[in-house]
Antibody, heavy 119, light 113 residues
Framework: QVQLAESGGGLVKPGGSLRLSCAASGFSFGDYYMNWIRQAPGKGLEWVSYIGGGGSAIYYADSVRGRFTISRDNAKNSVHLQINSLRAEDTAVYYC????????????WGQGTTVTVSS | DIVMTQSPDSLAVSLGERATINCRSSQTVLYSSSNKNYLAWYQQKPGQPPKLLIYWASTRESGVPDRFSGSGSGTDFTLTISSLQAEDVAVYYCQQYYSTPYTFGQGTKLEIK
């Protein structure tokens, strides 16, 4: 069964850091790109970052570039999002997602992990 | 960046009636070499992650009921639910994957009238 499971969220003070993780199972992880998408409370979806299967192709949204770093460990079937210099506006549910069906749309999503930035 | 704009922001439709949601991109998402529109539609219910409904603008994801259909090309797209069911109450998003950042529309909240 193809699954993604995020972890690492929590309550952090402004300026703090967190490392989010996404564990994949049920598919050949290294063959697939991964995305992080976030959703602020009561708001819409915002794409955050992309990493290619080999880890060399990496893209970020302008709102997080320079503060967030995406990485992956194909030996451990996991992708990570290091988030630094956190701001109140980074408060959101963070989802990892992939295009397992290889058709462009993201057809496999995790349940999300919640990041709350507050003093 | 490609800006995705959905209309309306909210929609109330009677059970069994047709629901139509529009999505416009600020530039084309049609990749000429493949003749494919890099446009997806998602459904999100409260407390759940989004669910892929449609990709390549008009291809229904496996397991999605055939009352859901997507159409359009270039910059203008439509998601149609032919006969609204109670379980279709949700927020619907379009998303382009033509170029990064892979932007989403702001969402359309669909309710029962």
């Amino acid at each position: 069964q193809v699954q993604l499971a995020e972890s690492g969220g929590g309550l952090v003070k402004p300026g703090g850091s967190l490392r989010l993780s996404c564990a994949a199972s049920g598919f050949s992880f290294g063959d697939y790109y991964m995305n992080w998408i976030r959703q602020a409370p009561g708001k819409g979806l915002e794409w955050v970052s992309y990493i290619g299967g080999g880890g060399s192709a990496i893209y970020y949204a302008d709102s997080v570039r320079g503060r967030f770093t995406i990485s992956r460990d194909n030996a451990k079937n996991s992708v990570h999002l290091q988030i630094n210099s956190l701001r109140a506006e980074d408060t959101a549910v963070y989802y990892c997602a992939t295009d397992w069906g290889d058709h462009g749309g993201m057809d496999v999503w995790g349940q999300g992990t919640t990041v709350t930035v507050s003093s | 960046d490609i800006v995705m704009t959905q209309s309306p922001d909210s929609l109330a439709v009677s059970l069994g009636e047709r629901a139509t949601i529009n999505c416009r991109s600020s530039q084309t998402v049609l990749y000429s070499s493949s003749n494919k529109n890099y446009l997806a539609w998602y459904q999100q219910k409260p407390g759940q992650p989004p669910k892929l409904l449609i990709y390549w603008a008009s291809t229904r994801e496996s397991g999605v009921p055939d009352r859901f259909s997507g159409s359009g090309s270039g910059t203008d797209f439509t998601l149609t639910i032919s006969s609204l069911q109670a379980e279709d109450v949700a927020v619907y998003y379009c998303q382009q994957y033509y170029s990064t950042p892979y932007t989403f529309g702001q969402g359309t909240k669909l309710e029962i009238k």
